[in-house]
């Protein structure tokens, strides 16, 4: 994703509307949800409809994906990858009636591999 996983828009969604998307935190969700995940909160507009949305990584899915892209697991990384889920969950509708979504490793995967650095690639 190359533009700011801090404020971007998304779209259009299946209805044509396109959406202001808000980075808003990031934090481990054993504090919160005894989860072993790092959950990733936005929030989206269009018009008049304000939702949250919430990516979570799980750390299993996240170390393994780190590993096999050579990509150590920074804040930026994550907040990267949850928001390219984020951007394909507008732009598809799948998944976009919910508030939580738990991505598996095989979507860590492929948005990890679209993170890696040009020199990793070139190698």
């Avoid at 732009?91 to 990793?120: M, S």
Wanted: hydrophobic share 40%.
């Amino acid at each position: 994703m190359a533009e700011s996983y801090r404020s971007f828009i998304a779209g259009p969604d299946p209805f044509g509307a396109n959406w202001e998307v808000d980075f808003r935190w990031a934090q481990n969700a054993i504090s919160i949800r005894h989860a072993d995940t790092v959950d990733v909160k936005f929030e989206i507009t269009s018009g008049d409809i304000h939702e949250e949305k919430i990516v979570a990584l799980p750390l299993p899915a996240l170390s393994r994906a780190s590993r096999e892209t050579d990509h150590p697991v920074t804040d930026p990384w994550c907040h990267r990858i949850a928001a390219a889920h984020l951007k394909k969950m507008i732009e598809t509708g799948e998944d976009i009636e919910k508030t939580l979504v738990t991505l598996d490793f095989d979507a860590i995967r492929a948005y990890a591999e679209t993170q890696r650095p040009a020199e990793i690639e070139s190698h």
